[in-house]
């Protein structure tokens, strides 16, 4: 994809944007981004510019942000590339990146590491004074979510699996951005037998008359999905 445009503005190359950008220069070779590398004539208008802009005007403003693109203002930049991603958050339910609330650097890092925040990894770490913390996924959607963080005396195990267990994190056409929109969400992992007489067991509970109520968690049974500080159920 071509990158950005600014009215009047040439190419300068990476080299120009570290004089000032020195912290970011330095990281970026450990960033997914960096990954995207052309050689020769193809490789030319490549890097910074990619997804600021041509560089040229802001260099001779001394820095002036309204002479360079900001993707955290504008995902439009990153949907160049992420064309996938831009249809989701056309969807029902989606984080309100289109509408300037959330921006794609709050779950992304750009310019250093894994441009997913927490690379994969959702490991336990023992925080002071006590308790534990999950990084990985679980960490960046808890910078906003606090109140599913916890501590919970009865843990939904699936929160530690990770919240895209559960959740779309761009968008979805079922409420709370949820990958299923009924109990089949949760039959995937909580096993499911049926017996001869046609009952249907979920555990150790006949579940035949439960299940047509409603999703698991809206039908008045296990509301409190992330976990509970009173019901080893997740009841309440």
Same mark, same amino acid.
């Given at each position: ?75 439009? *930049? +990153? !949907? %160049? #590339? =992420? @064309?996938?991603? $831009?249809?989701? /958050?056309?969807?029902? &339910? ?45 960490? *960046? +959607? !808890? %910078? #906003? =979510? @606090?109140?599913? $963080?916890?501590? /919970?005396?009865?843990? &939904? ?80």
């Amino acid at each position: 994809m071509a990158p950005p445009s600014i009215p009047g503005a040439e190419f300068v190359g990476s080299e120009e944007c570290t004089t000032c950008h020195e912290a970011i220069a330095k990281g970026f070779p450990t960033a997914t981004h960096a990954r995207l590398k052309a050689h020769g004539d193809n490789a030319k208008n490549m890097g910074c510019e990619s997804c600021h802009g041509p560089g040229s005007l802001h260099v001779k403003s001394g820095g002036e942000r309204d002479k360079i693109v900001n993707p955290r203002k504008s995902p439009t *930049t +990153c !949907f %160049q #590339c =992420h @064309t996938e991603v $831009r249809a989701k /958050f056309e969807l029902p &339910h989606h984080h309100p990146v289109l509408e300037g609330k959330v921006s794609c650097a709050d779950c992304h890092n750009p310019h250093k590491g894994d441009a997913i925040k927490g690379g994969g990894t959702n490991l336990p770490q023992t925080l002071k004074g006590g308790g534990t913390a999950l990084l990985g996924h679980n960490e *960046t +959607c !808890f %910078q #906003c =979510h @606090t109140a599913q $963080r916890g501590p /919970f005396v009865f843990e &939904h195990e699936a929160v530690r699996e990770g919240c895209l267990s559960c959740h779309s994190p761009h968008g979805s056409i079922n409420q709370r951005m949820l990958t299923e929109r009924s109990a089949t969400l949760c039959l995937k992992c909580h096993f499911q037998q049926q017996t001869t007489a046609g009952r249907i067991f979920i555990g150790d509970s006949d579940h035949t008359a439960r299940l047509p109520q409603g999703t698991c968690w809206s039908a008045g049974c296990h509301e409190a999905i992330h976990g509970s500080q009173v019901n080893g159920h997740l009841r309440y």
